[in-house]
């Protein structure tokens, strides 16, 4: 027994013709040979999906490690040098995050690092206040 594509009805294997809509089943029987190709065509799609998905995890990984080092300059922004390299670390790092999605992070990050550069200046405000 083989099945009709067209309405679904089972037909003898011998036969040429599906006996309920009329269609031919050996044309029916060649097209999902010609479908083939169009599956296979629809596979580089598939193989592009998970690429730009780890694309995606490698700036989300940018965007956070900024935000991560940029969250850690304003622990130890009071610790000379360190501070600073977080602080730098942490703008370029969420800078760069910036230009890939998802931004959340790399933007919450600069947002941070803003704010890791007032705090730092208001030390080297209070520091030269101290000496002058
Ligand atoms: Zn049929």
Redesign the pocket.
């Known amino acids: 027994m083989k099945q009709?594509d067209?309405?679904?009805?089972q037909?003898p294997d011998e036969a040429n013709f599906?006996g309920?809509?009329?269609?031919s089943l050996n044309k029916v029987r060649t097209e999902p040979q010609d479908k083939r190709p169009q599956v296979v065509a629809q596979q580089p799609v598939f193989q592009q999906q998970p690429t730009t998905v780890i694309v995606q995890q490698q700036s989300n990984g940018l965007g956070k490690s900024g935000f991560i080092c940029a969250l850690l300059g304003l622990f130890f922004g009071w610790v000379p040098g360190i501070g600073w390299i977080l602080w730098i670390l942490g703008t370029v790092l969420s800078f760069l995050g910036l230009f890939k999605a998802p931004r959340g992070m790399a933007f919450a990050g600069l947002i941070i690092s803003f704010i890791d550069i007032i705090i730092l200046l208001f030390i080297i405000g209070g520091i030269a206040a101290l000496f002058l």
Request: glycine letters at 18%; a neutral charge; one cysteine or more.
């Open positions: 009709c067209n309405c679904g009805a037909m599906c309920n809509c009329g269609i």
